[in-house]
């Protein structure tokens, strides 16, 4: 009877697993016109093949919702639609924001006549799409299925971020791109700059003269640039959206066709690192005692050796494996660090043995780990350190041999003054 309650225990949780696992990849799609869905295809299967539930809808549909009753209905979202001046229901650029806000992640693919509702979510997220009109333009990069006016692109993937979660292996082909160029609020720090034009590319309106300076040259051209909030939220803008196109995935850049594009690999890393496939860490089962024991103290005492512990994972493929680094630091905190220490791995787990400082107070084993790509660890755990009792304190101090000498010698002194004084006896004068 045991037996079968317990696989019946099992069979519940990995059907709950399941259905987490699902509801993760709950996502909805906007797209401006039906087209989209074609001209997409490869793109949408490959996630549908993934696992992920897409619901498309037109930008307009006045029944857009991303909660109901005040729950989300979607942990993801993308929105193919740059021709959208205003988006329908109760969407718009301020709840997509509230939305990122609450962790849901976000795809966007622009393109240079992109609607006034595009560029006003792209500002809430500190990036700008350069004016209508205005595509990246190099004429010493462009692709075979350029029209004459250099504006679709062949991109080394040279030029790409060095973050492996974030692009994956950037040994693929030129990657091609027709879109316009992205402006980056530089006083944001968490926007990332994931593909950067060629030194040869500028950003101009091919059908006008160039009269003035454009707005971006060289490497200061952004074509995709990417966000991690703070409650790790990712998001993604593309200044094109034919970079996800069926054509841009198996077309490719080179005369003789000798050279696939790298748009299929990009865009799965791409998709991968913004809907929470890659470059996932989880902190856990933070354990900390004195040298020699294994419990928790209610508190300790100064000059105490400690020993912290903690369990640090990445997420590959959908399995928790232990995570490899060597620049995770660990510091011991009361108000401004005492102690800043790396944390070495020992086994599955990282650990960091330090003496406590000879300061009590209230401190805290804080672990502040944020690296390109990856979602952000933070960990604070909170203990107090109290003074030595008095009868822990030693009762010959080394450096205070020279005080006990001199009290001492004070004490033989004083003896042979009294002993001298009390038997010396002068002599009679008469005598």
Same mark, same amino acid.
């Given at each position: 009877?045991?037996?079968?309650?317990?696989?019946?225990?099992?069979?519940?949780?990995?059907?709950?697993d399941t259905l987490s696992q699902s509801q993760q990849k709950d996502t909805l799609v906007l797209i401006d016109t039906e087209d989209v869905k074609t001209t997409h295809s490869l793109y949408f299967q490959r996630l549908t093949?993934?696992?992920?539930?897409?619901?498309?809808?037109?930008?307009?549909d006045s029944t857009l919702s991303l909660k109901k009753y005040g729950v989300w209905l979607y942990q993801n979202l993308i929105v193919f639609a740059p021709g959208t001046d205003e988006f329908g229901g109760?969407?718009?650029?301020?709840?997509?924001?509230?939305?990122?806000?609450?962790?849901?992640n976000l795809l966007v693919g622009g393109n240079a006549q992109a609607g006034d509702a595009i560029r006003d979510l792209a500002a809430e997220f500190g990036v700008e799409i350069d004016d209508p009109g205005s595509y990246v333009i190099?004429?010493?990069?462009?692709?075979?299925?350029?029209?004459?006016?250099?504006?679709?692109?062949?991109?080394? @993937?040279?030029?790409?971020?060095?973050?492996?979660?974030? +692009?994956? #292996?950037? !040994? %693929?082909?030129?990657?091609?791109?027709?879109?316009?160029?992205l402006l980056l609020d530089p006083e944001n720090p968490l926007v990332l700059e994931i593909l950067n034009g060629h030194s040869?590319?500028?950003?101009?309106?091919?059908?006008?003269?160039?009269?003035?300076?454009?707005?971006?040259?060289?490497?200061?051209?952004?074509?995709?640039?990417?966000?991690q909030a703070r409650n790790n939220a990712r998001v993604v803008f593309s200044g094109s959206l034919d970079l996800f196109s069926d054509v841009f995935l198996t077309s490719?850049?080179?005369?003789?066709?000798?050279?696939?594009?790298?748009?299929?690999?990009?865009?799965?890393?791409?998709?991968?690192?913004?809907f929470h496939e890659k470059g996932v860490l989880r902190l856990s089962n933070v354990t900390h005692h004195k040298a020699g024991e294994t419990?928790? @103290?209610?508190?300790?005492?100064?000059?105490?050796?400690? +020993?912290? #512990?903690? !369990? %640090?994972?990445?997420?590959?493929d959908g399995i928790w494996t232990p995570y490899s680094a060597k620049d995770i630091q660990l510091e011991f905190v009361r108000i401004d660090p005492f102690v800043r220490t790396t944390l070495k791995k020992v086994g599955d787990r990282y650990e960091a043995r330090f003496i406590v400082p000879d300061v009590y107070g209230v401190y805290q084993f804080k672990i502040e780990y944020q690296r390109k790509g990856y979602t952000f660890l933070s960990s604070a755990t909170q203990v107090s350190v109290r003074p030595l009792q008095h009868t822990q304190y030693e009762r010959f101090i080394p450096s205070?041999?020279?005080?006990?000498?001199?009290?001492?010698?004070?004490?033989?002194?004083?003896?042979?003054?009294?002993?001298?004084?009390?038997?010396?006896?002068?002599?009679?004068?008469?005598e």
């Amino acid at each position: 009877m045991r037996v079968h309650i317990l696989a019946l225990l099992l069979s519940l949780a990995l059907v709950q697993d399941t259905l987490s696992q699902s509801q993760q990849k709950d996502t909805l799609v906007l797209i401006d016109t039906e087209d989209v869905k074609t001209t997409h295809s490869l793109y949408f299967q490959r996630l549908t093949d993934a696992g992920y539930k897409l619901t498309y809808k037109l930008s307009d549909d006045s029944t857009l919702s991303l909660k109901k009753y005040g729950v989300w209905l979607y942990q993801n979202l993308i929105v193919f639609a740059p021709g959208t001046d205003e988006f329908g229901g109760d969407l718009s650029p301020e709840s997509i924001a509230e939305f990122v806000d609450n962790g849901g992640n976000l795809l966007v693919g622009g393109n240079a006549q992109a609607g006034d509702a595009i560029r006003d979510l792209a500002a809430e997220f500190g990036v700008e799409i350069d004016d209508p009109g205005s595509y990246v333009i190099d004429h010493s990069h462009y692709s075979t299925l350029d029209n004459g006016k250099h504006i679709t692109l062949a991109v080394g @993937p040279e030029n790409l971020i060095d973050a492996k979660p974030i +692009v994956g #292996s950037k !040994s %693929i082909g030129p990657i091609l791109y027709e879109g316009s160029n992205l402006l980056l609020d530089p006083e944001n720090p968490l926007v990332l700059e994931i593909l950067n034009g060629h030194s040869t590319c500028y950003s101009y309106d091919p059908e006008k003269p160039v009269t003035e300076q454009p707005h971006a040259v060289g490497k200061n051209v952004v074509l995709i640039a990417g966000l991690q909030a703070r409650n790790n939220a990712r998001v993604v803008f593309s200044g094109s959206l034919d970079l996800f196109s069926d054509v841009f995935l198996t077309s490719s850049p080179r005369k003789d066709k000798s050279e696939k594009s790298g748009n299929s690999e990009l865009v799965k890393a791409l998709s991968n690192w913004v809907f929470h496939e890659k470059g996932v860490l989880r902190l856990s089962n933070v354990t900390h005692h004195k040298a020699g024991e294994t419990s928790a @103290p209610s508190s300790y005492t100064i000059t105490e050796e400690v +020993v912290y #512990s903690v !369990s %640090i994972e990445e997420l590959q493929d959908g399995i928790w494996t232990p995570y490899s680094a060597k620049d995770i630091q660990l510091e011991f905190v009361r108000i401004d660090p005492f102690v800043r220490t790396t944390l070495k791995k020992v086994g599955d787990r990282y650990e960091a043995r330090f003496i406590v400082p000879d300061v009590y107070g209230v401190y805290q084993f804080k672990i502040e780990y944020q690296r390109k790509g990856y979602t952000f660890l933070s960990s604070a755990t909170q203990v107090s350190v109290r003074p030595l009792q008095h009868t822990q304190y030693e009762r010959f101090i080394p450096s205070a041999y020279p005080y006990y000498a001199s009290a001492f010698s004070m004490m033989f002194g004083v003896v042979i003054f009294s002993f001298v004084f009390l038997h010396f006896k002068e002599k009679d004068k008469n005598e």
